[in-house]
């Protein structure tokens, strides 16, 4: 297995309608039809516009077919484009793709 870490960090007063795509439509809709297991979302004790989301793939060609169909997703497109009609709710995202250690408790 291996994990898959993202930080997004929200456009200028977005910060609310970028979590609330995330939670409502990416994680509900979209994550479960490409095979995108979610772990865990959390926000930031000290950053507002913050979302970070861990996710878990079988290896890595998985995590590269899941994100590749995610892209392609003519209805998650549209989704997208509905929910950025007053401009883009992303400003940065940071990726970070882990495999846990011998002695990781993930590995149990």
Do not use: C
């Not at 990416?26 to 297991?37: C, L, S, Y």
């Not at 926000?43 to 169909?69: N, P, V």
């Amino acid at each position: 297995m291996i994990y898959e870490i993202r930080v997004y960090e929200a456009a200028e007063g977005k910060a609310d309608a970028m979590r609330r795509r995330f939670l409502e439509v990416v994680a509900t809709k979209f994550f479960p039809r490409h095979g995108i297991e979610l772990i865990g979302s959390f926000t930031s004790q000290t950053e507002d516009g913050r979302l970070t989301y861990m996710t878990r793939f079988a290896d890595e060609d998985a995590r590269k077919k899941a994100w590749a169909a995610f892209g392609a997703d003519a209805d998650w497109a549209a989704a997208k484009a509905a929910s950025e009609t007053d401009g883009p709710l992303l400003k940065n995202q940071v990726v970070s793709v882990l495999s846990p250690m011998s002695a990781s408790l993930l590995l149990s």
